[in-house]
């Protein structure tokens, strides 16, 4: 049942069905709304079978269930209809055809705006190696196990479109623990293409189909490549995407990061940064262009289904690097690493990769639209000894994905089955009513009560030492574009690609470049590129016919301001109007080393620091 986790035996290890329900009704097997109203009235049918439940609906063959209208009226036979005589109109009594009709205008959810294409199964987690030396979260403690639903995803794809796409992957993991939901909503690549927040939208929309002619980015990828010409911190990601590792071989073969930084909180509310990894036990495999053209539209879907269904269970083992308050100043001062930028990473050499568990999936939605297509994945769902960080990013995501499933599936989306928390204790809040309200906490007070109070129970940690002190006034704030920014990605094509990996990216890029009808934006691009390396400038150059600029000094974006010499503006606004990168923004208060404040006044007029 996708409501059990399971050890590596095959034996139940936790029950959902045996959990609380996620408004404040503890949902046993056997327990339903209306079952319980008649037995109340001692007027049950005695040949009414056990009250009817998703996880007892899921598992019920055909030769066990009767054909019914949906008030459970039995209907004889399902094509038939009602008429006013053998060549007659239909009525409108009749009841079953219009209510199978009126049901079927009504399947489609909204499909998620970004990540519409995925795959889903269930199975558990298993922690390993305790990180209870960091953390007060009661699944990062040594031997502890919980049930986990995962989504694997495309990003920019509509949900009929091609697993196999030149994409990004989602890969989100909702872990059931005793103390809530965490969900670990991550990617397949450990940056993305952008770090100021309010870039999403307008980035995804050049994902989509053009307005006027609806063409897709292989048709017209003017768009993409407009955009990426002026927010040159999107590189890395973009050198990832067009490198050997763009098109996973399924969604076994590819590992997952968390790209965000978290904070990871213990009892006395001393607090880290943490970077969280889940590497693939199957080994990173993937596709060329040309192979992915050659293979199924649903060929993730198809691999991790068989896969499990011929019990060759996945499998991934997490590790996390971490990072003292401390540390991430001096990653800054000293190696322009910003831990709260989505576009940088942290090296491994100097943050070592550290193992925690493994996550396994060992069972196969029995419907997918219930078990995949409703989980509802949210980076807010967060535990006891987990807490965001100031990553910008990460707090409008802390907004956005709740809300785009409030307006997808309901306000009450979390009392689905495949959304449900997990926890020892009866759950209870003041959320009542909205559309589809299953669990509505009975009879209990809607407010916080004095005559009937409900239990409140202490977080296992400081809660006013685990945030920061953040002292500023208000400013519009917009990065800026540095020398750093090329780092990583210069590292990349120095030191990681080979030279059989350099040609396939230029003939990708190149590929790509060919349906884009601006010579100006290729010319940008380039330029872009050559920051990382002349070679790679070049390279592009020769491909595409294109001569491109000698760099980014000089040029201007709309997106971002250009920190280089010669270049300070942004869509024509100089830098002092606007905010941009801020030196001395790590600077925090940590239990057991020296609170430090921000004494240098940062650049781009922006005041911040933490107490």
Known sequence: MFLQAHSATGKRIMSLGKGPAPNGSHCTRGDAVATGQAEANGIRHPDCPASRNYESDRSAPSSEVVYTASNGAPVSHPYASQRAGANGPLLLQDFHLIDLLSHFDRERI???VVHAKGSGAHGYWECTGGLEDVSAASLFQNGARCPITVRFSTVGGESGSHDLARDPRGFAVKFKTAEGNWDFVANNTPVFFLRDPAKFPHFIHTQKRDPASHLGGGDDSTMFWDYLSHNPESIHQ????????????????????YGHTLKLVRPDGNWVYAQFHLISDQGVQSFTAEEATKLSPDWGQKDLFEAIERQDYPSWT???????????????????INVLDLTHVWPHADYPLREVGRIVLNENAKNYFAEVE???FNPSHMVPGIEPSADPVLQARLFSYPDAHRHRIGANYQQLPVNQPQCPFRMANFQRDGQMAFFNQGSRPAYLSSIEPVQLREVPHDQDEEHGGFVGKAVTYLSEIKPEDFNAPR???????????????????????????????????????REVSADLGERLEAATGVKGYPGVSGMSFNGSYNGFPKGDMANGLPAANGGGRVSGILNGGHKGAEKTTCSEKPSRGWTSRFR
């Open 110 to 112: 909204p499909e998620r």
């Open 318 to 336: 997490m590790k996390v690097q971490i990072m003292t308050p401390r540390e991430a100043e001096q990653a800054w001062s000293e190696k322009q």
């Open 374 to 376: 409703q989980a509802a």
């Open 238 to 257: 973009l050198m990832i995407l067009m490198g050997d590792r763009g098109i996973p071989a399924g969604w076994r073969h590819m590992h997952g990061y």
């Open 491 to 529: 590292a990349l094509w120095q030191n990681v690609m080979d030279d059989s990996a350099k040609r396939r990216l230029v003939e990708t890029v190149a590929g790509h470049m060919s349906t884009c009808k601006s010579i100006e934006v290729i010319r940008r691009q380039i330029g872009i590129f």
